[in-house]
């Protein structure tokens, strides 16, 4: 199993600033994903971050927006830039762990993001 | 991965059985069908998984048809914690890719 917090829990911002969501996992893991949830919507998939390799996007999400660092095994970030009111949403980090039958994923508690 | 179709809502009574029915015509023999739920506030949760036989674990149970075009999510007893959004998921056990979550069925539970 794994346990994961994210931080901020929740946050207000203002248009066009820049978060930074932290997301720490409490054990190795090498696939960790991040998550968007519109309201009232179901999870939608941003982006995948390995450990040692670029972060590898879904379509409809870029880079320069969505900027994903992942500088160990049990860390990462995802930060909001340039936001706008439609990125309020809930935003959450997810690992896997295991591999074949037992492959699992884990989901934080996510990060609550309005932006005014 | 493959798609998935699942009722849009579902009502239960406390202390009776629920199934949550999914249909998944178009599943291959390497997909994995495994059921996630997310309650309210908080990230979703693994509930259970199989890939051909039947599966009960603590939580619920699996019910996986003959020719794995659809399964159903058994809960033998609902609560009003299981007040959730279920989500039926195809996972591809040789892709190794994250999941991909539908509409999902949003079950009620009234005391």
């Known amino acids: 199993s794994a346990v994961i917090s994210q931080k901020p829990s929740r946050d207000i911002c203002q248009r066009g600033t820049s978060l930074t969501i932290q997301c720490q996992v409490d054990?190795?893991?090498?696939?960790m994903f991040w998550y968007r949830q519109q309201p009232g919507q179901s999870l939608t998939l941003i982006a995948t971050?390995?450990?040692?390799?670029?972060?590898?996007?879904e379509s409809g999400f870029v880079i320069d927006k969505f900027p994903i660092s992942r500088p160990n095994l049990t860390f990462s970030t995802l930060t909001v830039s340039n936001m706008s009111p439609e990125d309020s949403s809930i935003y959450l980090c997810?690992?896997?762990?295991?591999?074949?039958?037992?492959?699992?994923?884990?989901f934080g508690p996510g990060t609550r993001l309005l932006v005014l | 991965d493959a798609k998935t179709t699942q009722p849009n809502s579902m009502e239960s009574n406390e202390e009776e059985p629920v199934h949550l029915p999914c249909n998944h015509s178009?599943?291959?023999?390497?997909?994995?069908i495994h059921w996630y739920r997310q309650l309210p506030s908080q990230g979703p949760e693994y509930v259970i998984h199989?890939?051909?036989s039947n599966v009960n674990n603590r939580m619920a149970s699996l019910a996986i048809a003959e020719d794995r075009k659809s399964s159903t999510l058994i809960l033998h007893r609902a609560t009003l914690r299981d007040a959730a959004v279920y989500y039926c998921?195809?996972?591809?056990?040789?892709?190794?890719?994250?999941?991909?979550f539908g509409k999902g069925t949003t079950l009620s539970v009234s005391s």
């Open positions: 199989g890939l051909t």
């Open positions: 998921i195809l996972r591809d056990g040789q892709a190794g890719t994250a999941l991909i």
């Open positions: 997810s690992v896997r762990t295991g591999q074949g039958w037992v492959e699992t994923q884990y």
């Open positions: 971050a390995n450990q040692g390799s670029e972060a590898t996007y």
């Open positions: 178009t599943i291959s023999g390497t997909d994995y």
């Open positions: 054990s190795q893991v090498t696939m």
